[in-house]
C-alpha cells in the first residue's frame, strides 16, 4: 500500500491474493523512450495513456475497478506486483513538418498526424506482453538495463508471483509455515 498511500488512503501495509481466490485481473501498460524525447513513444505517451485507460479500457470494455490497495492507473513503481502485462504501442505518421530558422528563433509545425494503436511488438516476436517490449526499448537503447531491473521488481514475471511473495513477506519479516507453499498468482 505504501506503493500509492492515495489509491489505498492507507499509508503502509500490504495485502495478498493467493490461489486466484480473487480471479483474474487485466493488467495493460506502456512504456516509452527515456532517452529520446523525439522518440514516437515518448512523443505521444500521452495520447496512447488515454487511448488505453478511457477508451479502449473504460469505453470500450468498461474495466472500472483497480486492485485493491492499488491504483487503476499510475505509474510502474506505484503499481501491485504482476506477473505479466498486456501492452499496448504507438504507430505515427507525421506529414508535413516544416522546421524554420530566422536566425533568432527556431520553430515548427506539422501538417497531420496519423496515429494507430498496436499490440507491442517485443523482442523476440513476442507480442502484447509489457516486459518483452521493455527488453526491445533496452536492446534499442531507449531505457537502461538499470531501469529494466526496477521494472521487473513490479512485473516479475509469468509464474514468479508465488516467489515475489516469499521473498515480499521475508522482507517484512515473515516465514512461511513449514511445508506451506504459495500458489498466488494475478494475471495480465
Wanted: charged share 20%.
Amino acid at each position: 500500500m505504501q506503493r500509492a498511500p492515495t489509491s489505498s488512503r492507507t499509508p503502509d501495509g500490504f495485502s495478498l491474493f493467493r490461489d486466484d481466490t480473487e480471479g483474474d485481473s487485466h493488467c495493460h501498460g506502456f512504456a516509452w523512450s527515456g532517452i529520446n524525447p523525439t522518440h514516437e513513444s515518448a512523443k505521444f505517451k500521452a495520447n496512447n495513456l488515454f487511448y488505453v485507460s478511457m477508451y479502449d479500457h473504460l469505453y470500450k470494455r468498461g474495466y472500472v475497478r483497480n486492485v485493491p490497495g492499488a491504483p487503476m492507473c499510475a505509474c510502474v513503481e506505484q503499481m501491485a506486483v504482476v506477473d505479466r502485462s498486456d501492452c499496448t504501442e504507438i504507430d505515427a505518421a507525421e506529414t508535413g513538418v516544416q522546421i524554420c530558422f530566422d536566425g533568432l528563433q527556431l520553430s515548427a509545425s506539422i501538417d497531420s498526424i496519423a496515429i494507430k494503436y498496436n499490440a507491442c511488438q517485443g523482442l523476440d516476436g513476442t507480442n502484447n506482453d509489457l516486459d518483452a517490449y521493455y527488453k526491445n526499448l533496452v536492446k534499442q537503447g531507449h531505457r537502461s538495463v538499470l531501469e529494466y531491473e526496477e521494472f521487473l521488481q513490479t512485473v516479475v514475471g509469468n509464474g514468479n508471483c508465488p516467489g515475489a511473495i516469499t521473498k515480499f513477506m521475508e522482507v517484512q519479516g515473515f516465514a512461511a509455515a513449514a511445508g506451506a507453499t504459495v500458489t498466488a498468482r494475478l494475471r495480465g
